[in-house]
């Protein structure tokens, strides 16, 4: 780990069985999340993004089960923690914001009996103050009227509402670090944009951290300061987002740009779809979409390759300029 780093990721490699077999869902995933920084994350559905983010913090449900890795978070091995130890770090110093916020919110419990149990999960506090907590929260996400959606339950709000009382839950105990998996999914545009900047304006007004899940590239380039791309459960390509975008190394990320709807109307779709993450191919997982691809590229899985203090390409034929553009 570095000494910048809040969160470290090595080697993580998570697998779900399968009537037709072990899906191979992260495949030796290794990054860093540093101080301040908001770190995105992106790839086709099914690349294994969120199955990473769940790992990180002992979400994976069965027939998922972490195989092996190790997953650092202020020099704490969170993989090695008992349960008990684990929640109380999941919910005190690492936040969690889930796709669904109905998904994330009990229907049958009030949302004051929510935040309450949350808090006393890690602190003994009156109902009085747990309350008065609840409503400072539901203030600071920009919810006006805090007092009747507290007494109300998930069912009664919408969507918008639903994900800005899932956000003040997750930041309740001002966490170091925020994972945010898809958190706007479920949302129209405008409202997405206003959850984002609500999430993103908490992260750096302390000089928080965050880990981003998204397939908007446009997210990703408006918010965050790096990206790491996923490709079939592995990393292909991490920097920093200006230069990733302006200057793609991997075949893939510049597949991925190029997939972005363009102003004069022209979209590259992606052709090809992800290798059988049953039988996990032994070279390359994107060689049969690359047109550059070479024998090597079948034998042999190209290893994670740093560039520069802040790039790292995992290609054995890396773009140029020339290619690129």
Request: proline share 5%.
């Amino acid at each position: 780990m570095s000494a910048q780093a809040l969160l470290s990721v090595n080697d993580l490699r998570v697998s779900f069985d399968t009537r037709l077999g072990e899906v191979h869902a992260v495949n030796g995933v290794n990054f860093e999340v540093r101080q301040g920084e908001i770190l995105g994350v992106v790839g086709e559905s099914g690349c294994g993004k969120s199955a990473t983010l769940r790992a990180i913090v002992g979400l994976t449900q069965t027939p998922g089960r972490i195989d092996s890795g190790e997953v650092r978070f202020q020099d704490r091995d969170l993989l090695a923690m008992p349960p008990r130890e684990l929640r109380r770090t999941r919910g005190r110093d690492i936040g969690f914001i889930s796709q669904s916020p109905f998904g994330a919110l009990n229907p049958i419990l009030s949302i004051e009996r929510q935040f309450a149990n949350i808090i006393r999960a890690h602190r003994k506090e009156s109902r009085k103050q747990c309350r008065a907590e609840a409503l400072q929260a539901l203030a600071s996400v920009g919810i006006a009227g805090p007092e009747r959606v507290l007494d109300g339950y998930a069912h009664e709000l919408s969507g918008g509402m639903a994900q800005r009382v899932v956000i003040a839950m997750a930041m309740i105990h001002n966490p170091l670090l925020l994972l945010a998996d898809e958190p706007t999914t479920a949302l129209d545009v405008t409202v997405q944009r206003q959850i984002l900047d609500l999430i993103t304006g908490l992260i750096k007004e302390d000089n928080r951290s965050m880990l981003l899940v998204t397939h908007d590239l446009s997210v990703v380039a408006q918010y965050c300061t790096r990206v790491m791309v996923m490709y079939a459960g592995k990393p292909v390509e991490i920097g920093s987002v200006r230069e990733v975008f302006k200057n793609p190394k991997h075949p893939y990320t510049k597949a991925l740009l190029d997939a972005v709807p363009k102003a004069d109307g022209e979209i590259k779709g992606l052709s090809g779809s992800l290798p059988d993450l049953i039988n996990y191919p032994v070279g390359c997982p994107y060689v049969s979409r690359c047109k550059f691809a070479s024998d090597v590229c079948l034998e042999r899985m190209p290893a994670m390759t740093q560039e520069s203090g802040t790039r790292a390409v995992a290609c054995h034929h890396q773009l140029v300029s020339s290619e690129v553009a």
